[in-house]
Every structure is written in structure tokens, then in C-alpha cells.
């Protein structure tokens, strides 16, 4: 007796069931492998900062220090900031802290959020300190070494100190800078815009708020090279500072100016400003600055102040002698 051959069940493979849970455990270990690698990198890129900081005879120390944000955000936190110098202003500054936050997918964009209070001590003495509701940084890097975008953003900043005119409070303040785009290689110029509201001397005195965008040709330099080597660097590259709007209002008073400045051969300032002022006669009197209040008066006025070799000019009225800046 013949008839169909009877069939043989196969069975069904496994490797299926297996293949996402064994997907997912590969990633887990790859991001905690890359976390631990990136938080250790982190951490050897801030004791770098610190070991250059005290070769330049400036020890800053966290009194506490952390890092966590696993799995995709790396934080470093530092609380009780200190620094101690024997040369410079500041010569001894304490800070709240600060938290600085990188993702892992965007390794060259950095979040930092700062505590108060601020203190700050001067080599002659005098104390400054400072608190605000709200400080933000962001810093976006083309380089390990340089960034090409940085922001600063406050709210509610209050200042005290024994030295005049640094007692005061500001609304809000923005600052903001960025590469300017070369045609080719590395960019070496600047943009900033900086916009503050808000602001006073003291409680009770008319807010004051102003405005400003200004373009630094060969700021790559200044980066690179700080203080005086720096100023030194940028002035031997032809360096300058374009002032394109500064507007300051408080209240019926106004000022704007536009110019540029440079560096001379002596290390002064030089270059010419365009003024044009209405009503703030009476607040530079105010301010101690008797002889300029007097000139521009109280009305409205369009004046040159000029900066050539050492002298400071209103129109051609030498205000003052300046010193050079290093």
C-alpha cells in the first residue's frame, strides 16, 4: 500500500528571539564604554585648564568636584570655586559653583550654569560681591582649544562694593560672540553684540539700558594670547576694534557711538569716535566728569572724540593724557 509520505515539522529557529535583546545589550555596553571614556576626558581636559592656570600663578581649586549625567549627558560639576593669585586683578575670588553640561551626540557644544554669590578681592583691598537669579553660558568649540560661538545670558545681577560706581544692579545682560566666516583657512576675526536693561547705580535712580555690536579684526589673536603679550600680538597683526552701534538710553538722555580703535607703536589708543549725545550733560557732571558734562552740555550734539598719540580730543578740545594700555 503506497500513499504520501508523511512530512517532517521543522522547527522554527530562535535566533530571533535572541537578536534584539543581544542589539540592545551591545549598545548599553557601547555607551557605557563611551560615557566612561568621555567623563575621563573630560576630566583630564579641566586638571589641563588648572595645571595651566597655576603655571600662570593662578590656583583655582573646587572644594568639591563631580561628574555624572550617564547615559547621554556628561556633567561636571564644581562647587566652592576658588582662586588665589599673587599678581593680577582679581587676587582671591570664591563662587557658588558651576555645572557644565556636554552631550555625548554634540561633543562640541558646552552648557554651563553659574552660582552665586561672587566675591571677589582686589590687590588693593577693596571687595566686590556679587548675585543674580540666573547665569547661562554656551560654548560651541571648531577646536579642542577654541570656541567659535560663545554666549552669556544674566538675570537679576546686583552688585556691592566698596569702589565707586560698582554698585549697582542690571535687569538682564546678553553677550554674544562668534567666528566671522573666512574665505579661506581659519577664521581670525570677530563678531560681539551685547545688549543690557535695566541698570542702575543704585535703587530709585532712572534704569539705563544700551546696546552694542562691534567687530574685532584679529581677535583669533587675543584668544590665543592673553594679557599684554596678547595686546602686543594683535597690534603687531593690524588689529582693531570697529565700534558699528553703541547706543546707551536712560530715561530722555542718549548717546550713541561709532568709530574704530586701534593700538599704537607706544601701546596707545588711537582712532576716532563719532559722538552724538542728547541730554547727558547733567549725568557726566553727576558722574565727576565736570569738564566733559560742560561741553557736550545738555542738549543735542554731534561731536569727534579722537585718541592720537596719548591725547584724548573732544572736537579740538583736549580732554585729557592718556596713558598706554601695557
Request: proline fraction near 5%.
Amino acid at each position: 500500500m503506497t500513499g504520501p509520505l508523511p512530512t517532517i515539522a521543522r522547527r522554527k529557529s530562535r535566533l530571533g528571539l535572541y537578536l534584539m535583546p543581544g542589539v540592545l545589550v551591545l549598545l548599553s555596553v557601547a555607551v557605557s564604554v563611551w560615557w566612561g571614556v568621555a567623563t575621563r576626558l573630560a576630566d583630564a581636559a579641566f586638571d589641563h585648564w588648572l595645571a595651566k592656570e597655576a603655571a600662570a600663578g593662578r590656583q583655582w581649586t573646587c572644594a568639591t568636584r563631580t561628574m555624572a549625567g550617564f547615559p547621554f549627558r556628561i556633567e561636571l560639576a564644581c562647587d566652592g570655586l576658588s582662586l588665589a593669585t599673587s599678581k593680577g586683578e582679581p587676587r582671591a575670588l570664591s563662587l557658588g559653583g558651576f555645572v557644565a553640561v556636554g552631550q555625548i551626540y554634540q561633543p562640541s557644544l558646552l552648557l554651563v550654569d553659574t552660582r552665586g554669590p561672587l566675591q571677589a578681592t582686589l590687590a588693593n583691598g577693596q571687595t566686590i560681591t556679587a548675585q543674580w537669579t540666573m547665569m547661562r553660558s554656551s560654548l560651541h568649540f571648531e577646536n579642542p582649544t577654541r570656541a567659535d560661538r560663545v554666549a552669556w545670558v544674566v538675570d537679576g545681577l546686583t552688585t556691592q562694593s566698596n569702589l565707586p560706581f560698582a554698585t549697582g544692579h542690571i535687569g538682564h545682560a546678553e553677550f554674544h560672540m562668534r567666528s566671522v566666516p573666512a574665505e579661506s583657512g581659519p577664521s581670525q576675526d570677530h563678531e560681539i553684540a551685547v545688549s543690557v536693561t535695566e541698570a542702575g547705580l543704585h535703587d530709585g535712580a532712572i534704569p539705563a539700558s544700551f546696546e552694542g555690536h562691534l567687530t574685532v579684526n584679529k581677535g583669533a589673536v587675543l584668544l590665543d594670547t592673553a594679557g599684554p603679550d596678547g595686546l602686543e600680538a594683535w597690534r603687531s597683526a593690524g588689529g582693531e576694534l570697529g565700534i558699528d552701534q553703541w547706543e546707551a538710553k536712560r530715561g530722555d538722555q542718549f548717546l550713541a557711538v561709532t568709530g574704530a580703535l586701534s593700538l599704537d607703536e607706544n601701546h596707545r589708543l588711537t582712532g576716532t569716535l563719532d559722538l552724538a549725545a542728547k541730554g547727558i550733560g547733567d549725568g557726566l557732571k553727576e558722574a565727576g566728569l565736570g569738564a566733559f558734562g560742560g561741553i557736550i552740555g545738555s542738549g543735542a550734539v554731534k561731536l569727534p572724540l579722537t585718541f592720537n598719540k596719548g591725547r584724548l580730543l573732544l572736537g579740538p578740545l583736549k580732554l585729557a593724557e592718556l596713558p598706554p594700555l601695557y
